[in-house]
């Protein structure tokens, strides 16, 4: 039942990377968003079909390439919330893309080794919230009438 569950959680986190993707279209730097977005889908797909492609190695030198410049990432939108941010940080485009990057670093991080060792327990509930997070959060996001006005013009037309 463990494998089922973490084969399930691996293709809602592809859908959500893919739907991630898909709705870069209109932003200032979609191309850049897009190949963070879609290059997570498509490991995490691959993870979904068949969990014991985490032992090879193209996958492997993959998720490490894309994990690293997602920390890099991850920090240089940290520094700049830390000195720009006026307010929630969510309100913030780069506070939403710092999101995505510890989503994507951190379901990596438990792809990467999921084949020596399989989900179980803890860090497969832990699996688990992290991949309803990201559909309760847009969810929220959606319904929060405040926090939709605050949106930019190119986040309102794309839904």
């Known amino acids: 039942m463990a494998g089922v569950l973490w ?10 990377f893919g739907l991630a ?34 032992d090879n190695v193209v996958w492997k030198s993959l998720c490490d390439f894309h994990r690293a410049g997602c920390i890099v990432g991850t920090i240089a939108l940290a520094c700049s ?9 969510l309100h913030e485009e780069e506070g939403r893309e710092l999101f995505g990057l510890v989503i994507i670093t951190i379901w990596m991080s438990l792809c ?14 832990a699996a ?20 939709r006005a605050s949106w930019p013009t190119h986040c309102k037309t794309v839904i």
């Open 7 to 16: 084969r399930l959680c691996n293709l809602l986190m592809a859908a959500f």
């Open 21 to 54: 993707a898909a709705v870069q279209v209109n932003d200032p730097d979609a191309g850049l968003w897009t190949v963070v977005y879609l290059v997570p889908a498509a490991l995490t797909m691959l993870v979904g079909i068949n969990s014991s492609v985490t």
């Open 81 to 89: 919330l830390f000195a720009y941010a006026q307010g929630n940080i």
């Open 112 to 125: 990467r080794n999921s084949a020596k060792s399989p989900l179980s327990g803890v860090r497969l509930m």
């Open 128 to 147: 688990l919230f992290i991949a309803l997070f990201p559909f309760v959060s847009w969810l929220y996001i959606y319904v929060n009438k405040e926090m």
